[in-house]
């Protein structure tokens, strides 16, 4: 059964710095594209930021580079986010998603982790 458990999310200044974790089960990790994605009341579901199997490809929504970065440990099957010089917009629901099903349809998702940035 595959699971996704985000933790790290809380209540944060602007300026400061927060460290996402999606912890995985459930299937081959180390084989899978994983994700970090967002969404604020009232806003669609953004991409945050994703990573390819070894860790080495990284991609950044434009609104985060820079400012966040995205990792992953297979060994612990997990993929964080670091998050620095976080801005009241960054406020918002974050998901980590798995691509497990067609590429790109990151098909599988956690519970979310809620992170507020008071201005």
């Known amino acids: 059964q595959v699971q996704l458990v985000e933790s790290g999310g809380g209540l944060v200044q602007a300026g400061g710095s927060l460290r996402l974790s999606c912890a995985a089960s459930g299937w081959t990790f180390s084989y899978t594209i994983m994700g970090w994605f967002r969404q604020a009341p009232g806003k669609e579901r953004e991409r945050v930021a994703t990573?390819?199997?070894?860790?080495?490809?990284?991609n950044y929504a434009d609104s985060v580079k820079g400012r966040f970065t995205i990792s992953r440990d297979n060994t612990k099957k997990t993929v964080y986010l670091q998050m620095n010089s976080l801005k009241p917009e960054d406020t918002a629901v974050y998901y980590c998603a798995a691509d497990l099903g067609r590429p790109g349809s990151f098909d599988y998702w956690g519970q979310g982790t809620q992170v507020t940035v008071s201005s």
């Open positions: 990573i390819g199997e070894s860790g080495v490809i990284r």
